[in-house]
């Protein structure tokens, strides 16, 4: 189940930046099932130049009512790592849920 207010946030992502892709890495819930965080990885092309400025930028313009992290990939770095099992991008890869592509 995706919760729509990391939806919300996965799309608004998507106006901000247009990534090639968004994953929910990870989401918390407390024992009644409210959400309490979540992670999503963030897929962009190769022409941002950076990816820590995009990042600041993001948290900076995308307000949340639950915590949330981002991890955020550029598409070169992407396609080695999600290949290489001992990596945090092909955990991603097998285990996250695409929100948006």
């Known amino acids: 189940m995706v919760y729509p207010e990391i939806q919300a946030v996965a799309d608004a ?3 901000q930046c247009a990534p090639l892709k968004v994953y929910l890495v990870s989401q918390k819930t407390a024992t009644d ?5 979540f992670k999503l990885a963030v897929v962009v092309s190769d022409d941002v130049e950076s990816i820590s400025e995009l990042e600041c930028r ?3 313009q995308i307000d949340s009512d639950y915590p949330y992290d981002l ?7 992407w396609d080695t790592l999600r290949t290489d099992s001992r990596t945090f ?3 991603i890869s097998q285990t996250g849920s695409v929100l948006y592509d």
Not at 33 to 37: A, F, K, N, Q, V
Not at 71 to 77: A, G, H, P, T
């Open 71 to 77: 991890v955020l990939y550029q598409q070169k770095e």
């Open 58 to 60: 993001l948290y900076a």
């Open 33 to 37: 099932g409210e959400l309490i965080s």
């Open 89 to 91: 991008a092909w955990k």
């Open 13 to 15: 992502i998507a106006e």
